[in-house]
């Protein structure tokens, strides 16, 4: 199985402030198809995940572009370039290219 | 377009239940359709896939789950069930239905809670 590995599980961030997670994955996320099935999905409390970035970096309908997506291969990069009160949540990366599909821990997102 | 689900509750070791999650403003026979679940506290977790008519309606589960949970669908209804035999503790979780585009996870029912517990 690929095991997805995001740091830090905690980010306590300002207001307005950046923020950025880190999802490594322990094979690459290349499929077959020249497609890199890497996702980044949003919880906020007491609500179901939500889908914020697909294939590294394409924003779904409705996302701000606050959030933005890069990476390569098996090191990703989710950034919030200015975190907002609705922000607060847990953020989880995600790969498809595989079977069984995973996710990572999860991490926090908390306003100081 | 939203996915409403139904079904969970308590159930003992052993025992069986089964979800159910209605589509309304598409229909569910074009897309594949995974099941997801997060134990209390927990991250999420994949449980398995049912993938389009196209495909005939052709399943993938996760090893925990394989040969005691078992995905349908009811074209009639426009409803995606999953069916779970031989529950054990550790299935204990909230379920999600997803719609699935392009292999990304586009679309959550509300998800149903499942406690496993004598």
Redesign the interface.
């Given at each position: 199985d690929i095991v997805m590995t995001q740091t830090p599980l905690s980010s306590p961030v300002t207001l307005g402030q950046p923020a950025s997670i880190s999802c490594r994955s322990s094979q690459s996320l290349v499929h077959s198809d020249g497609?890199t099935?890497l996702?980044w999905?949003q919880q906020r409390p007491g609500q179901?995940?939500?889908?914020l970035i697909?294939?590294i970096s394409n924003r779904?309908s409705g996302v701000p572009d606050r959030f933005s997506g890069s990476g390569a291969g098996t090191d990703f990069t989710l950034k919030i370039s200015g975190v907002e009160a609705e922000d607060v949540g847990v953020y989880?990366c995600?790969q498809?290219?595989q079977?069984?599909?995973?996710?990572?821990?999860?991490t926090q997102v908390e306003i100081k | 377009v939203q996915l409403v689900q139904s079904g969970g509750g308590l159930v003992q070791p052993g025992g069986s239940l089964r979800l159910s999650c209605a589509a309304s403003g598409f229909s569910l026979s074009d897309h594949f359709m995974d099941w997801a679940r997060q134990a209390p506290g927990k991250g999420l977790e994949w449980v398995g896939r049912s993938r389009n008519k196209a495909n005939s309606y052709s399943t993938e589960y996760a090893a925990s789950v394989k040969g005691r949970f078992s995905i349908s669908r009811d074209e009639s209804k426009n409803s995606l069930d999953l069916q779970m035999n031989s529950l054990k503790t550790e299935d204990t979780a909230v379920y999600y239905c997803v719609r699935v585009y392009g292999r990304a996870f586009e679309i959550w029912g509300q998800g149903t809670m499942v406690t496993v517990s004598s």
């Open positions: 497609n099935y996702s999905l179901p995940p939500r889908l697909y294939k779904f989880y995600m498809a290219t079977f069984p599909l995973t996710f990572g821990q999860g | -």
